[in-house]
């Protein structure tokens, strides 16, 4: 061992010297032998570390699919429900486009403060090849000529440290998931995979995050959002108040729990363009979320709590081959509706439920090479609260869009699929399932062909509504689906994808759709290249 340490340097010098004899006009390096003494004197010194820091990411996908939107002004930009009032619909000729995404990220840590703060900036820029130029609108921009103003601003925040780094505090537009995690810290896929998977909130918005670590094993989060401030001299708006815990209370179990306080006084004011935000709003409907059926159309406020508990065992195959993972959460809450003068009356006790849970085994050496399930149920009547209740589940979706991003589950049309640009849908969109509440299950099988390098993944998924829809059934579909995965090189990948969806009985109801026709089954084949630069 110590003869090849000593051979070590040498090798590296000689190679040093054919580099520079190849170069023209560069006279070799004479190489010497280093002392044997000499190899166990002190390593340099690191680097000091850079103040400003560049982490970009661009990802370009190419997509042909018989699904489109009938209406004309929605062909550049489609979020929400499969088939509802997104306009979606299943066409005879399949549509083949191309969608590009850049998002540069800047950090700036500045050596003066030791790093106790650091301040992060973000954007986003979103086009369709050939779709616009010199313009001012996101999602436009690909045309020829480009010369469109069309950057979107997605984070700016100031992160102030402790010196013994145990807590930190973000203020400012910053990522808000649903666990208890530093978002800023942890990787996509430990978001999807902890707390509530983002199926309620994933998302950003401004506030105060306050991040702890209390002992090793335990992570902490307490938050406030604002997420519509409307007229500033009013209450009149809508926050979030959102409190933590994870705990390791073994090597390889973990426990959490959460309790999160929405208190919406916005009486539907504020929200995304014409469809507005909150319970009663056209963006819940368009986002496939519980859209509460008041009794009258008046303004409304409402308090809403969120409660839940989560376990996870051997998170991340940590310290053997089965990993497995489950959450139980409920929203509770009241819903008043305010007539002219001010006075308010109680026209709904909320009371929903959802179930999730997972399990997964790598039968091989790397991580590609496993097999995993996972399940989810939640309550729901539709969003009816004809007996002054209802047991609907209530995410971010109805505040937001997208804010509730379920996407562990790998499915690309049933459920959401997150590798998109301008065009995000599926069939069960939020897991209320439109307020009619969910019982779904995923399976999948991925193998390291080439280990660490070329993965191939086969999966399913199919879905049951909770309630019955006039004039259809409860079975909403089955997917399979797949996908052929390449790593170029350093978080530079390419992959193949392909899903189709046999659609089920729960189409056969007019309600569903948004023209009362059943859709044909939808598919997609899409091809996309994903680089993650520093």
């Keep these: 061992m110590r003869r090849s340490l000593a051979l070590l340097p040498l090798a590296l010098l000689v190679g040093a010297g054919v580099l520079a004899a190849q170069q023209p006009g560069v006279e070799p390096v004479a190489v010497t032998t280093p002392a044997p003494d000499t190899l166990l004197a002190a390593p340099p010194e690191d680097p000091v570390p850079r103040e400003w820091q560049f982490i970009g990411y661009s990802f370009t996908r190419t997509t042909s699919t018989n699904i489109a939107p009938a209406g004309e002004l929605l062909q550049g930009q489609v979020i929400g429900r499969l088939f509802g009032t997104n306009t979606t619909t299943t066409v005879e000729t ?5 969608e590009q995404r850049f998002v540069p990220y800047l950090v700036y840590t500045p050596r003066i403060l030791n790093g106790d703060a650091v301040f992060r900036l973000m954007g986003k820029i979103d086009y369709t090849w050939g779709d616009q130029a010199y313009g001012v609108g996101n999602n436009r921009g690909g045309a020829i000529n480009a010369g469109q103003v069309n950057l979107q601003t997605l984070m700016a925040n100031v992160d102030l440290r ?29 978001a999807q995979t902890s ?8 998302t950003n918005a401004v506030g105060v995050n306050l991040f702890a670590t209390p002992t090793p094993g335990m992570k902490t989060r307490v938050g406030v959002f604002q997420l519509w401030e409307n007229l500033i001299a009013r209450d009149d708006d809508v926050t979030l108040f959102m409190a ?12 959490g729990a959460n309790a ?6 916005a009486q539907g004011a504020g929200g995304i363009s014409i469809l507005g935000q909150g319970l009663t709003s056209a963006l819940a409907e368009y986002n496939g979320a519980t859209r509460l059926r008041l009794p009258a159309p008046r303004p409304y406020v409402a308090d809403i709590l969120w409660v839940g508990g ?12 089965w990993w497995a993972d489950a959450f139980a959460i409920t929203n509770l809450g009241t819903v008043d509706t305010v007539s002219v003068d001010g006075a308010t009356s109680r026209v709904a006790d909320v009371a929903g439920l959802a179930l999730n849970a997972s399990v997964a085994y790598k039968y091989g050496m790397t991580n590609a090479d496993r097999v995993w399930a996972e399940g989810l149920f939640t309550t729901g009547d539709g969003g009816s609260t004809a007996d002054g209740r209802t047991s609907s589940v209530l995410t971010g979706n109805i505040w937001g869009s997208p804010v509730g991003i379920y996407s562990a589950h790998r499915a690309l049309l049933l459920f959401p699929d997150p590798q998109v640009v301008s065009r995000y849908y599926s069939a069960v969109h939020d897991i209320s399932n439109a307020g009619r509440g969910v019982a779904g299950v995923s399976a999948n099988v991925s193998r390291g062909l080439i280990p660490n390098r070329f993965v191939a993944r086969a999966g399913t ?7 019955t829809p006039a004039g259809g059934g409860n079975y909403i579909g089955t997917e399979i689906n797949g996908e052929l995965r390449y790593q170029i090189g350093v978080f530079l990948h390419a992959s193949l994808n392909a899903a189709y969806l046999r659609l089920g009985d729960y189409y056969d109801a007019p309600a569903v759709t948004l023209q009362g026709i059943r859709p044909s089954d939808p598919w997609t084949v899409f091809l996309t290249l994903s680089w993650l630069m520093f």
């Design 94 to 98: 399949s549509g083949i486009y191309t």
């Design 162 to 190: 402790s010196r013994n780094r145990d807590w930190n505090v973000v203020v400012g537009l910053q990522r808000v998931f649903d666990n208890a995690y530093d978002p800023h810290h942890i990787t996509l896929e430990q």
């Design 195 to 202: 707390g509530y998977k983002l199926s309620f909130w994933g």
């Design 244 to 255: 933590d815990m994870d705990t390791r209370v073994t090597p390889r179990l973990e426990l």
């Design 260 to 265: 999160w306080y929405l208190r919406d006084r």
């Design 310 to 321: 989560r376990a996870a065992y051997n998170r991340d195959f940590l310290a053997g081959r």
């Design 461 to 467: 998924a199919t879905a049951f509504s909770v309630t």
